[in-house]
């Protein structure tokens, strides 16, 4: 077995994966009626992910403008630093419940990518013996 399934069947033994792959984790949560903090922060989260890459380009284009290489060494690692703390501020505003429902669902998608079929059955009987068959 390669390691990459090797891992994934480690994984797929412990309860927080075991748990989301036989609950059939998904995203229902995201469809219920928001509060305004709860929003807010999927907005933020979401911002987070469009708002890095364009900063790293202005921190570049701006790094190669004044020809200070040294504005691109400390400017990208800021730029970074910035979209994680909005990322966190999006989390801790949408609470812990989002952060688990997304953590199951991406667990569980995840090991079935690698494991196939093979993720449920590990997933129902987690003793080590249950072994992935080779195709």
């Known amino acids: ?24 984790a998904g995203l229902d949560l995201l469809k219920e009626k928001h509060t305004v903090s709860v ?3 999927i907005v933020l989260i979401v911002l987070s992910y469009i708002m890095v890459m364009p900063l790293f380009f202005i921190v570049g284009f701006i790094a ?6 040294v504005v691109g060494v400390i400017g990208v690692p800021l730029a ?3 979209s994680w703390l909005v990322t ?3 989390l801790y505003l949408t609470g812990p419940e989002y952060a688990k429902v997304l953590g ?4 569980r998608v995840v090991l079935e990518k690698i494991l196939g079929d093979e ?3 590990i997933a129902s ?11």
């Not at 797929?12 to 059939?24: G, T």
């Not at 190669?64 to 290489?69: S, T, V």
């Not at 003793?127 to 195709?135: C, G, K, L, S, V």
Request: aromatic content about 10%; proline content about 5%; glycine content about 6%.
């Open 104 to 107: 199951q669902w991406l667990a």
């Open 80 to 82: 970074y630093g910035f």
């Open 1 to 24: 077995m390669n390691p990459v399934k090797r891992a994934a069947a480690y994984f797929a033994r412990k309860e927080f994966c075991r748990n989301a792959i036989n609950e059939n």
């Open 125 to 135: 009987s987690p003793d080590r013996n249950t072994e992935i068959q080779e195709h």
């Open 119 to 121: 993720a449920k059955k």
């Open 64 to 69: 190669a403008k004044l020809r200070k290489p």
């Open 88 to 90: 966190m501020l999006g």
């Open 39 to 41: 929003t807010v922060g």
